[in-house]
């Protein structure tokens, strides 16, 4: 029998019992950014992870989906579980159509697998250059492995510190795929809205049609307040960096809980009032229902009606 490893010290697990939202999410919503983490008795973490977290498996994923009211997931490979996706194929196949992947792979993938991943409900993968994250994002592997799913009509999620955005984005432009960037770009609400380093972030959107994920205020903010006790206006000093990549690009923006929330160490968000955040964004029927069901909609079902 394998046994559970210790996780990381000081890393918090998942709220356990998140509020009811007080804004009722739309028919058809989807959370854009989730992830499952074993439960590691049956999948087990990758050998190579720089962090052990707590199980956070499917059925508490589709549990929190139905208690906030979620139509829909998109599952996100896990760093924990490296290029080995099948806690995140379980899941979405257990959703029964109701979820998509986005996967790890490595330049060595064969076809075969691609297809049988692109069968299960995976429609993209990720690139992540978080240094604390990953040991290294070798450019010229990544470009190959973006050419090998480009015929599959897949995207590449990009994750990357909006510090290093300057010497990453001639590659990302190079990708011959849809871009989808995490977290807007994980943004220094700190500076001005205005300032130059979400400027270049703004035109590297506009320049390459990507889409964003208005996502993860508890891992930007600085000043808070958090989303726990009842706060149903969280984050302040994030609302106006989302705000701004909500109304400037309405029609390829994209939200997600990240639940359960990797890597935090300070506050373990309510994911109740991670909902009722939304409205602070996107402040228009209009802009929501895009947000939240459209958008997601055309990129992960096209074709499907909502």
């Keep these: 029998m394998s046994t559970v490893p210790p996780k990381t010290p000081g890393w918090l697990d998942w709220h356990p019992s998140p509020s009811r939202p007080a804004f009722t999410l739309p028919p058809g919503t989807v959370d854009a950014h989730c992830h499952v983490f074993g439960p ?26 139905d208690h906030l009211g979620v139509s829909r997931n998109v599952i996100v490979q896990a760093t924990c579980h490296g290029a080995d996706n099948s806690a995140m194929v379980d899941a979405v196949r257990a959703a029964g159509g109701r979820a ?11 076809d075969a697998e691609l297809r049988g991943l692109d069968a299960a409900g995976v429609r ?3 690139f992540n250059f978080l240094k604390r994250l990953v040991s290294a994002a070798p450019k010229d592997d990544l470009a190959a492995i973006a050419k090998r799913i480009a ?7 990009i994750y990357f510190e909006s510090a290093d955005l300057e010497e990453l984005e001639d590659f990302f432009a190079t990708l011959p795929t849809p871009l989808v960037i995490d977290h807007m770009g994980r943004p220094d609400v700190g500076e001005p809205v205005g ?12 320049d390459n049609h990507a889409w964003v994920k208005v996502s993860c205020p508890e891992r930007l903010s600085a000043t808070g307040p958090a989303a726990l006790d009842g706060e149903r206006h969280a ?3 994030v609302v106006p960096f989302a705000r701004r990549v909500v109304e400037e690009f309405p029609d390829s923006v994209l939200w997600g809980t990240d639940w359960p929330h990797p890597n935090l160490t300070d506050h373990m968000p309510d994911d109740g009032l991670l909902v009722d955040h ?4 996107a402040v228009t029927p209009e802009l929501r229902h895009k947000l939240l069901v459209a958008n997601p909609a055309r990129l992960y079902w096209p074709g499907e009606t909502v």
């Design 151 to 157: 015929p599959l009509g897949w995207h590449v999620v």
């Design 100 to 110: 998509r992947g986005v996967a790890t792979v490595r330049p060595d993938v064969s």
């Design 235 to 237: 984050y302040r000093d």
């Design 40 to 65: 590691s008795a049956e999948f087990p973490f990758a050998p190579e992870r720089k962090y052990t977290p707590c199980d956070a498996g499917k059925d508490q994923l589709f549990a929190l989906r």
């Design 124 to 126: 993209g993968v990720r």
């Design 278 to 281: 939304v409205p602070h964004v």
């Design 195 to 206: 300032g130059p380093e979400f400027s270049r972030f703004l035109r590297f959107v506009d």
